[in-house]
Every structure is written in C-alpha cells, then in structure tokens.
C-alpha cells in the first residue's frame, strides 16, 4: 500500500517561510519525479514545483526565486522551503509521487494535501 504524506502546512504572517515535507512510503518501484501542487479555493491545481530524479528542478513563475524545492533520495522525501509567503500563495498543497514501474510505467499518487494560509 503506497502512502504520500504530507506535513508542514500552517498559518503564517506575509513575509514569513514555512517548509513542507513529503515522504513516499510502501512501493518497491524507483521513485522518477516528485512535486508540489496547490489549488486555492474556486481555482484548478496547478504545479508549483516539481523534481526529476537526477535533481533537474521546474517552478511556476510566481514562485521562482522564493520558494526551494528538494529531495532526500534515502528517505523517499520531497522538500518544499517557502520564503516570502505572499497572502496569494494561501492554498491547500498537494504532494506526487511518480513511482517508474519496470523502468517506463509511471504510477503517479497524491497525498491529502496540506492546509498553507498567509495573512496580509
């Protein structure tokens, strides 16, 4: 049974960072890519992040330069480092995990999703 758990989220104050991890648990499969996604209310999820194996990174614009995203490989785990936070950023995050099965087959799961407010 694969898990993708999310933790981090919370309420902050705009100018303030939080950091959001994701840990990938339960499958035998390598782990290809891994990204962070939000969706604001009456909004559709978009990417804000996201991670290849080999570290090759992609950010929406309107977070370059603000946010960081990273991987532990050992820990099956995906960092999200948020500075800057803007009161637009107030989202519910999501974490996936693309799992890569007998080397070309992509399982992508989602995690529950994590709860970001930024007060102005």
């Known amino acids: 049974q694969v898990r993708v758990v999310e933790s981090g989220g919370g309420l902050v104050q705009a100018g303030g960072s939080l950091r959001l991890s994701c840990a990938a648990s339960g499958s035998t499969f390598t782990i290809n890519s891994m990204g962070w996604y939000r969706q604001a209310p009456g909004n559709e999820r978009e990417l804000v992040a996201s991670?290849?194996?080999?570290?090759?990174?992609n950010y929406a614009d309107s977070v370059k330069g603000r946010f960081s995203i990273s991987r532990d490989n050992t820990k099956n785990t995906v960092y999200l480092q948020m500075n800057s936070l803007k009161p637009e950023d107030t989202a519910v995050y999501y974490c996936r995990v693309e799992f890569l099965r007998w080397g070309y087959d992509r399982l992508n799961y989602w995690g529950q999703g994590t709860q970001v407010t930024v007060s102005s």
């Open positions: 991670i290849k194996s080999g570290g090759t990174t």
